[in-house]
């Protein structure tokens, strides 16, 4: 059976709203007098998009940041978003003593009154938004050299060899994660989901509140002529579980898929939890194409994680998703990638697309029927 894996954001839906939430995270963190505090008198509650919108130009400087880490094959917004709040936690780190700094790296002490203390501790410091780009600059691609080249920077930064920090699913990564969760998510959901206890009670949460990025009707009627033509279709995702499960009920998209063959970051963070010495497992890494593929089943995670090399037939296996974190996935598996041009860059990632050997590159998901069907 042929088969049609499917990515979901900047493919079915708009990235924005992530992205946002990803820039209110890492502000947050900043300003807000519940962490750092480096500018109390911003007010969190009840933004308007347009405060939004500048607050994303500010953190990810009008962009460029996430398409660097885009193109430098970042597909996770919780990785993005850390990178991100990591050089300019590294930044302030840097206006502290030596016995102030050994108490703030203590990986094992680490929560919120460590941002506090921070905050207390530092005093006239202008951040230097464009900070994360100049780091970036030397960076090779792939996710594990970006957590490497972090790490690096840190201990040079900080003149320290105290780095746990800054590695992936350290406690500063996890916290950055619950608090764009329950941005996302919003405050009741979030404590529902993640059985944690919520930060605040004004975050209502962005989930029931996605762009579509081609009529819903357009994508169900393709969705069902594909199964009627006989494929197999899948996701394949870096969103969590419940920020795909719950967008595709409220589109009504959700029952076309097997449950089996829905793999999230979720999912990813599980295997890495059971390999650590695998990870990272998220793309470019091909673990979730190959556990959607082939099922999720929790016994086979290790073999999907290994021995991934042309593991498909070229004619049998297409991987259809807006980034090079997609394609490079695809090519490592040995499937033909189809590129939609509706992700962070549009039509701006045709080249690029191109320049890595994508064999199909269209402008929207809708017209991948003229190659399938």
């Given at each position: ?82 990178i991100v709040a990591a050089i300019h936690f590294i930044q302030l780190c840097q206006e502290l003593t030596t016995e ?274």
């Open positions: 059976m042929k088969s049609v894996l499917f990515d979901v954001d900047g493919v079915f839906l708009s990235e924005e709203r992530c992205f946002d939430v990803s820039a209110l995270t890492v502000y947050e963190l900043l300003m807000s007098k519940e962490y750092i505090g480096l500018d109390p008198s911003v007010q969190f509650e009840g933004l308007t998009d347009s405060q939004i919108t500048e607050i994303r130009d500010i953190v990810f400087h009008n962009d460029e940041i996430l398409t660097k880490l885009k193109s430098l094959g970042l597909n996770s917004n919780w990785d993005m978003l850390f102030q700094l050994s108490e703030v790296l203590k990986e094992n002490q680490f929560n919120q009154n460590t941002f506090q203390f921070i905050g207390e501790n530092v005093s006239k410091v202008t951040l230097d938004f464009s900070a994360p780009l100049t780091f970036l600059d030397g960076v090779g691609s792939g996710k594990d050299n970006i957590y490497k080249s972090l790490v690096t920077y840190a201990s040079e930064r900080l003149k320290t060899s105290e780095t746990a920090l800054f590695e992936l699913k350290s406690a500063f990564w996890t916290f950055a994660q619950e608090i764009y969760q329950e941005w996302y998510l919003g405050y009741k959901l979030f404590e529902e989901v993640e059985k944690k206890p919520n930060r605040s009670n004004f975050k209502n949460g962005y989930i029931y509140n996605e762009v579509v990025l081609r009529p819903i009707t357009e994508i169900k009627t393709l969705l069902e002529d594909l199964k009627k033509a006989g494929y197999h279709i899948a996701i394949a995702t870096g969103r969590p579980r419940t920020e795909t499960i719950v967008p595709f009920e409220t589109l009504g998209i959700k029952s076309l898929f097997d449950e089996n063959h829905i793999v999230t970051a979720s999912e990813v963070l599980i295997a890495e939890d059971q390999y650590p010495d695998l990870k990272p497992l998220g793309k470019p890494n091909p673990f979730s194409y190959l556990a959607t593929l082939e099922g999720n089943d929790l016994d086979q995670y290790k073999h999907y994680a290994t021995n991934q090399e042309n593991r498909v037939n070229k004619d049998d296996v297409f991987v259809v998703g807006d980034s090079l974190a997609d394609l490079l996935s695809s090519k490592k598996i040995g499937a033909t990638f189809i590129g939609p041009l509706t992700g962070l860059k549009g039509q701006n990632a045709r080249e690029e697309l191109e320049s890595y050997g994508a064999e199909y590159i269209v402008d929207h998901v809708g017209e991948i029927r003229d190659i399938l069907l």
